[in-house]
């Protein structure tokens, strides 16, 4: 299960795959979804174990599609997380970024990073309250499996975890010598309220060589 970029607000995957700059997302499902009766679609959370493979995947795959289609190597990357709000009057999917208010979220993050002169941004993912894992439910049915004064936990609490895990893998368990993030700080929660916590990597990719002619249009700046 997966969705690339495709919307107004990002700039297409594809683009990006051409080396293009902007932001974009490449989507790992966090959850498994089953059909229970003939209307209604059923999400299904996921262990830690699991979305962290499906988050590992991504990265993988994206790194692998930027570098076979620009012929260019990732030199630097850097993993991190932010937020998003819901869409006024969309019914919100972490799936379908159309739903998505970035509300200087992502885009925020972009600018920062553009003007570190990164080449590109990716969601990798988006996780909201009902694909916490504590919140699991049986396919027909409502009842939360868990004690309820653990209610608290929210995707806010939730995001730094796989985020964290990811820089861990790529400083203790397989080095990255690309990999950018200076520390294990999981920095600091933001008092407003939002409805989706984002997944992200930004990267850098090798000079284009000199000889090269950019496949973006001249003059036009993706935001």
Not at 98 to 108: A, H, M, P, R, V
């Given at each position: 299960?997966?969705?690339?970029?495709?919307?107004?607000?990002?700039?297409?995957?594809?683009?990006?795959?051409r080396g293009c700059q902007g932001y974009s997302y490449n989507l790992a499902g966090l959850f498994d979804i089953c059909?229970?009766?003939q209307f209604n679609r059923h999400k299904h959370t996921i262990s830690f174990k699991e979305a962290f493979k499906r988050l590992?995947?991504?990265?993988?795959?994206s790194f692998s599609a930027l570098e076979t289609q620009t012929d260019r190597k990732v030199t630097d990357f850097t993993i991190g997380?932010?937020?998003?709000?819901?869409?006024?009057?969309?019914y919100f999917n972490p799936m379908k970024p159309?739903?998505?208010?970035?509300?200087?979220?992502?885009?925020?993050r972009w600018q920062d990073y553009k003007n570190a002169d990164y080449d590109g941004l990716i969601v990798l993912a988006c996780i909201e309250r009902d694909l916490i894992s504590q919140h699991t439910k049986e396919c027909n049915k409502r009842a939360i499996l868990m004690d309820k004064k653990t209610i608290k936990a929210n995707q806010q609490k939730l995001?730094?975890?796989?985020?964290?895990a990811l820089i861990h893998y790529y400083v203790l368990i397989k080095?990255?010598?690309?990999?950018?993030?200076?520390?294990?700080?999981?920095?600091?929660?933001?008092?407003?309220p939002y409805i989706g916590g984002i997944v992200y990597v930004a990267y850098k990719l090798e000079p284009e060589p000199s000889y090269s002619v950019s496949?973006?249009?001249?003059?036009?700046?993706?935001?």
């Open positions: 299960m997966s969705a690339t970029g495709s919307v107004r607000i990002f700039t297409e995957f594809d683009d990006l795959c059909d229970h009766d590992k995947l991504r990265i993988k795959e997380k932010t937020f998003c709000k819901q869409k006024t009057g969309a159309t739903t998505w208010s970035l509300g200087g979220g992502i885009n925020g995001c730094p975890s796989p985020e964290q080095p990255d010598e690309r990999l950018r993030n200076q520390s294990f700080d999981i920095g600091n929660l933001s008092k407003q496949m973006c249009f001249p003059g036009f700046e993706y935001r």
